[in-house]
């Protein structure tokens, strides 16, 4: 029987699109590779999905086996089931390393996660004073030599998240201590994760795949994106219209070094990432601080219009900059923040005005006429981003992405 993509190959040849030269070498060699044994190096998806819910449940039943008989334990076996639990892991790791690699992975990322468990158990053991940043710092610290020594994937995986959980706790505990408003906090911090996911974002480009730690940069970006930028609207929302003023100096000096480090931040490790292409995130930069100025308008239509028109903005930016660097994962993601930006404008300021029944009718007249056209803006974005542009008459449901 004849593969679909051999028909496929019949039509182009017979378009002209390709030589009939480059087809018979096409078929010649996806015959050859058929006949070949699978190659045993790649992992499929069900053992992966194993490797992965192996290490989860391993990780849970280590805690709550120590959990279950931590008490009954004094403080000499305590510490040392702690340095077990973490040498162990790493120790089978490193014996699984030359014949299960996979393993070896899920093993010592399971050690590191164990070593962030073990470090704020060493606390209570030793009745050391709680500081929370300390522990996420010292956390920090072993992700950065496991990645810097293993080079694996979930290392660097946790490394991104400690980082900036480090950095944030810091900051509270700064603003407790300074006694700073609750909304001066909270603006430092979701700026500065909103900015940071967009600068991992920067870690791919150009149409070839990115290496495999940019990958899980850009994983990590791409999966904080849309949270970090749900929370800075809510922010902005509720705690845009707040005095400034009411600050004393030392508070806005703290506040000085909070922004600082929220944008200084995510701006050199985007041109760490990328030295020539990390001014779109400076660019981002500037979108949030008019988001500031944007969100003080308290009165008057513009109020209620300029914070949607800035995040539209905000979106077909993300979309821009992905086509620019041929990303699709920024053009999707723009196109979802534009997406929620409509929605959000039509449950704030329309639905309240109408009957609850013309509001459902009117919901549910936008999520359909205004997904087809946003999924046919996306579906446009993406085909001149692959060199193809769809029919105009083509549906979304149909053709190729």
């Given amino acids: 029987m004849t593969a679909e993509w051999e028909k496929a190959l019949c039509r182009w040849v017979d378009a002209g699109l390709l030589p009939a030269t480059t087809g018979e070498a096409i078929t010649r060699w996806e015959h ?11 992992l499929g998806a069900p053992i992966r999905v194993l490797l992965v819910l192996g290490a989860v449940l391993l990780a849970a039943g280590v805690l709550l086996f120590v959990a279950a008989h931590w008490d009954s334990l004094p403080p000499g076996w305590r510490f040392a ?20 690699p ?45 990645w810097g020594l293993l080079r694996q994937w979930p290392q660097l995986a946790l490394l991104v998240l400690l980082l900036p959980a480090w950095l944030v706790s810091e900051w509270t505990l ?8 609750d909304w001066a906090f909270a603006k430092v911090a979701a700026a500065g994760v909103l900015l940071l996911a967009l600068a ?17 940069l850009l994983w990590v970006g791409g999966l904080a994106l849309l949270p970090a930028s749900g929370i800075w609207a809510l922010v902005l929302r509720f705690g845009g219209a707040v005095a400034d003023q009411a600050l004393t100096a030392a508070q806005w000096s703290l506040l000085g070094l909070g922004w600082t480090v929220a944008l200084a931040g995510p701006l050199l490790t985007a041109w760490r990432l990328r030295p020539r292409g990390w001014w779109p995130v400076g660019a981002a ?15 008057g239509l513009a109020a209620a219009l300029l914070p949607f028109v800035w995040w539209l903005l905000g979106s077909l ?61 996306r579906r446009r974005w993406l085909g001149h981003l692959h060199g193809v542009a769809p029919p105009s008459g083509s549906a979304p449901g149909g053709g190729q992405p």
Wanted: with cysteine.
């Fill in 200 to 216: 991992l974002l920067a870690a791919a480009g150009g149409r070839d795949g990115p290496a495999p730690a940019r990958q899980v």
């Fill in 285 to 299: 930069a500037g979108w949030l601080l008019a988001g500031l100025g944007v969100a003080g308008l308290r009165e």
């Fill in 102 to 146: 996979a393993t070896a992975t899920a093993l010592h990322a399971v050690g590191t996660v164990a070593l962030g468990g073990g470090v704020f158990l060493a606390g209570q053991i030793f009745h050391l004073e709680a500081n929370w940043p300390a522990g996420l710092m010292l956390w920090s610290v072993g992700a950065a030599l496991g």
């Fill in 32 to 42: 050859e590779r058929q006949r070949q044994p699978p190659a045993t190096g790649r």
């Fill in 174 to 181: 700064a603003c407790r201590q300074g006694e700073m408003p």
């Fill in 317 to 377: 930016a993300l979309v821009a900059w992905g086509l620019a660097d041929r990303r699709p994962e920024r053009v999707n993601l723009g196109a979802a923040l534009a997406a929620g930006t409509v929605l959000a404008f039509y449950a704030s300021e329309v639905m309240n005005r109408l009957d609850r029944s013309l509001s459902l009718i009117g919901l549910g007249a936008l999520c359909l006429a205004g997904g087809w056209l946003l999924e046919r803006l």
């Fill in 81 to 100: 089931l702690v340095l077990a639990l973490v040498a162990g892991l790493h120790g089978l790791g490193a014996l699984a390393a030359a014949r299960q």
